[in-house]
């Protein structure tokens, strides 16, 4: 980067009038202006950030021309706003070669009204913004398009960080109706064990630890085709949060084998000094995703509280242990495959026939107070795998849960063969004495407002009696839950939608 355009850079972060936009409030339960607004005038993330690229002023660049205008190390503050690109290289996809954007122990890094949209579709970018090192990351209002070898947006070593109002998208490259994309949001704050340096999961030399962070408004879809490499690449990828929330996103279409799963949210890093966080996971639609992940055994005490969320054809992958729990309160999920586009179908049906799959998993996890809806035939409430005890379902601890399925043909525990090992709710409750207040009902009892038609709020409630208290305390932090998805206030309905 010339002196000239660093000189001009550091100017428009000088003189450019501060952001009206949100800002971090870090205190649990207030978050943001956005969180702490009326939910009921609150769009989902597909609405609020969803982009007319028609309307984007697009220059076409040759990114091996441009990336040294947008490479940045060692300064105070960069601040870039109102940058619309299509992008191209004439390289193989290379981690510093090949992303447009880099900013290297750069104290505070704010990003406004950016568009890259990458027009190789043999994933040579890898990513669109890197970010390695920052007291404080600010980015809003971004639209990023097509492939990436790894992530768009990676945040890495940083401790404050606010991402809002980013969509991230997939791109038809053949014409057919099916979309490349690569992964979407990352923020890495280390696995331990993962290599780097000194084993950290991170390779950069000026890292911060996790302050607040908060993912909230955002849009990501659309990666359904690739070019068969299988690089496991996730919607919104978290490892070792901090203090935070996820809020107010839209996840959708993200399927295996060309995706993973639509979030994948755990913590990884041993280290003292990165225990006693939560992470709220709430107002988010995850639809048409073949996994949902926990992972991480962090000693802890940590916490992954999912609230208010709706989930539609997706399934549960927890491999979690140590001291982090895993807590899911007042969430709705509904297992139909023609809820999903039908050039999908075929992948999306497979992933509505299991709640939940526990791989190499310890737990715990807790389950209550949630709406699962299936109308077909053939479901298993738990799925286990082969590795580690055959009685880790043990650690699985659901009650107060309202089960609209078939009950005939419902299993509560399914090995790895699928074989059912407990069928019945009432065996399932003679052998764990979990789920004793949950009730099985058929799925044409459930008083949906509107389900053709996607509305999912209850009617009524017809069963008053089976949910339980909206409020929790971990670490000596008070996690309460006073109003549902849309800002109703909460009362005792189950799921994410209160009844009147």
């Not at 920052?134 to 398009?145: S, T």
């Not at 999306?348 to 799959?357: E, L, N």
Request: charged share 15%; hydrophobic share 35%.
């Amino acid at each position: 980067m010339s002196y000239r355009t660093l000189f001009l850079l550091l100017l428009l972060a000088i003189i450019s009038p501060p952001l009206q936009a949100d800002d971090i409030t870090p205190e649990h339960g207030k978050y943001t202006q956005s969180y702490q607004s009326d939910w009921s005038q609150l769009p989902t993330g597909d609405i609020l950030t969803h982009n007319d690229v028609n309307q984007i002023p697009f220059i076409p660049i040759v990114g091996e021309n441009h990336k040294a205008n947008y490479t940045f190390t060692d300064l105070p503050t960069v601040h870039l706003s109102n940058l619309h690109f299509q992008v191209s290289w004439n390289q193989a996809s290379s981690k510093y070669q090949t992303t447009l954007m880099h900013f290297e122990n750069v104290d505070e890094v704010i990003l406004d009204n950016i568009s890259i949209m990458n027009m190789d579709s043999d994933y040579r970018a890898y990513h669109s913004i890197l970010i390695e090192g920052a007291d404080r990351v600010i980015i809003r209002n971004l639209y990023l398009a097509g492939t990436v070898h790894s992530y768009h947006l990676r945040v890495e070593g940083c401790a404050e960080v606010l991402i809002e109002n980013v969509e991230i998208a997939g791109k038809q490259y053949s014409g057919s109706s099916f979309h490349r994309l690569g992964g979407g949001i990352w923020i890495n704050n280390g696995n331990t064990g993962g290599g780097g340096i000194d084993n950290t999961g991170m390779s950069i030399d000026h890292p911060r630890l996790p302050g607040w962070q908060v993912i909230q408004n955002c849009y990501i879809h659309d990666n359904t085709e690739d070019d068969g490499a299988g690089r496991n690449q996730d919607g919104i990828l978290f490892h070792a949060p901090g203090h935070g929330i996820v809020f107010n996103n839209t996840v959708e279409n993200w399927l295996r084998p060309n995706a993973d799963a639509a979030m994948d949210l755990g913590y990884r890093r041993v280290e003292p000094e990165y225990q006693s966080r939560i992470l709220r996971v709430e107002r988010n639609i995850v639809r048409n995703a073949t996994y949902f992940k926990t992972p991480g055994t962090a000693p802890g005490p940590n916490l992954l509280y999912l609230v208010n969320n709706l989930m539609i054809n997706t399934q549960i992958a927890d491999y979690h242990g140590g001291g982090n729990d895993v807590h899911y309160l007042h969430n709705t999920f509904i297992y139909d495959p023609t809820k999903s586009p039908t050039h999908l179908t075929f992948r999306v049906t497979p992933i509505t026939k299991t709640i939940a799959r526990l791989w190499d998993f310890y737990g715990p996890t807790y389950m209550e107070n949630n709406l699962f809806y299936r109308l077909d035939h053939g479901f298993d409430i738990i799925y286990i795998s082969a590795s580690l005890s055959q009685d880790k379902y043990l650690h699985f601890v659901p009650n107060h849960n309202v089960y609209a399925v078939p009950a005939v043909s419902t299993d509560f525990l399914t090995n790895s063969s699928y074989v059912p090992v407990i069928s019945t709710l009432n065996d399932w409750q003679q052998e764990t004495s979990y789920d004793m207040q949950s009730v099985v009902v058929s799925p044409s009892t459930v008083p949906f407002a509107d389900y053709v038609n996607d509305n999912y709020q209850l009617t009524s409630n017809p069963w008053p009696t089976v949910t339980d208290t909206q409020t929790i305390s971990f670490n000596g932090v008070l996690l309460q839950v006073t109003q549902d998805f849309n800002g109703n206030p909460s009362n005792q309905t189950p799921g994410a939608f209160t009844a009147p």
